[in-house]
């Protein structure tokens, strides 16, 4: 990232201070969003999003395990973020390590609710076929080509997108067993299920920078940020999660407008990529024909 | 297992010669110097290019020539069962050696001294032919970043099986067990570049998938022209001339 001069600085943060971005956005616009599902022909479901300069693809892959024991009528879900060198020289070898852990714990958070898995956006019940002894793993891959701020939310709308272009196989039980036996299952070639996102919530990431707070940030508003945070709201409004980052300290009252202003936000964008997402399903229908 | 039916047709319906659908798409990334989409058939990779830029570590600079330096990934998904660790791995390892070997090669590079060429390739897709992927979308991503090179470097593979020649094998031709030949080719000097080959062939039979692959190569260096060329009118058309 090439390094802002004072005079730079001073012009972005004047301007979000007037309600107009170097890009001429206000502050609360979303740069154009374009999502394709589909992409990936031997995933269960995937998805690219791009935000503006921001890309990322996300996939997700299914596979049959075996329940946890301390819930054995919830199915598991696994989601890692990989930060490609494509986007970023300073991704290369390790470098993207820490970036690729904070998203992935970050959409983790939202997406799959605490560690009994309440509040989860995805429901786990789906994804169980025999109770305490088969169960689907969904993995979640997500991958970032190109980089240019905001990756949270790109990156919560893409697997948004791919789970709902996830189609799981239909397993039927050939044969009961009884105790520990695994019991046989035959999988469906034919019949899918499709995944029901309509709890899948969406990540606002606010960044404050000066005395306002900015939605969708760029890499370089996001390079002066004070602090950012990260709400995760679903359908009904409610609040499924949240990130803080950045080292300056926020005041209470600020946080709890940020997070109304975050509700507000969340209605707009989890229909836009509604839109969005039936429009790429139905293209990629149209080709399958 | 019948690689070529008795009707001359492949396993996806190819003909031993044909080679498989190639799709190119330059300025992919928009925040990198130079990149492509390079796809051949089911195969996709992604390369980024960036430079020529300042040396990272000064040890590594030369004062009389670009340090080109590159890394080879493959996504988490890109084959059909889940690949745990995308980097680090010994054949991405190689692969990377591979490809900046077959670059350095073509690059001028000392016409840009003290200074450093980075190029990265992902593999968003495998389905044989990754190395040969790469290479075409790394050169395609270095004519994008405007990097003065020799000649467009073009990559194919080739095998043999069921006596018959084939060009651009896919996975599963590829896994069969027979000989997988990969040539790196410079179609305007006439030159091999890179030429690895596993598995067994007869002696008499070399000469003859290596010259398949080759044409290979020369087929995919008029495609390459053609888009840099389309790309460029593109440009001339944006700049209003």
Known sequence: ?289 | MEFVNPEGLRLDGRRPMEMRQLRAEIGAVARADGSAVFEMGNTKVIAAVYGPREVQNKSQQSNDQALVRCEYTMANFSTGDRKRKPKGDRRSTEISLVIRQTMEACILTHLMPRSQIDIYVQVLQADGGTRSACINAATLALADAGIPMRDLVTSCSSGYLNSTPLLDLNYLEDSAGGPDVTVGFLPKLDRVTLLQMDAKLPVDIVENVMQLAIEGCKAIATYIREVLLENTKQLEYRRGL
């Open chain 1, 1 to 289: 990232m090439v390094g802002l001069s004072l005079g730079e600085k001073h012009f972005i943060k004047g301007g979000i201070d007037q309600n107009i971005r170097s890009d001429g956005r206000k502050r609360d616009s979303y740069r154009p969003i374009f999502v394709e599902t589909g992409i990936i022909p031997q995933a269960n479901g995937s998805a690219r999003v791009r935000m503006g300069a921001t890309e990322v693809i996300a996939s997700v892959k299914a596979e049959l395990g075996r329940p946890s024991a301390l819930h054995p009528d919830k199915g598991k879900v696994a989601i890692f973020v990989d930060c490609s060198a494509v986007a970023e020289p300073t991704f290369e070898g390790r470098g993207g390590e820490e970036l690729s852990a904070e998203l992935s714990v970050a959409l983790e958070r939202c997406l799959l609710g605490g560690t009994s898995g309440a509040g989860a956006g995805i429901d786990l019940t789906s994804l169980i076929v025999a109770e305490g002894k088969i169960c689907w793993d969904l993995y979640i891959d997500s991958l970032v080509i190109s980089s240019d701020g905001n990756l949270l939310d790109a990156l919560a709308a893409a697997i948004k997108a791919a789970l709902a272009n996830t189609a799981i196989p239909k397993v039927n039980i050939s044969a009961a067993a009884s105790g520990d036996e695994q019991p046989e299952v035959d999988i469906s070639d034919e019949e899918f299920l499709q995944f029901d996102t309509s709890a899948v919530p969406v990540i606002i990431t606010l960044t404050q920078v000066g005395r306002h707070y900015i939605v969708d940030a760029t890499s370089e508003e996001e390079s002066h940020m004070s602090s950012a945070v990260s709400i995760s709201v679903n359908r009904k409004g409610h609040i499924c999660g949240l990130t803080k980052r950045g080292g300056e300290g926020l005041d209470p009252s600020v946080v709890s407008d940020m997070i109304s202003v975050a509700q507000h936000l969340s209605e707009l964008l989890m229909s836009r990529l509604d839109s969005e997402i039936s429009a790429a399903e139905a293209e990629g229908g149209d080709e399958e024909l």
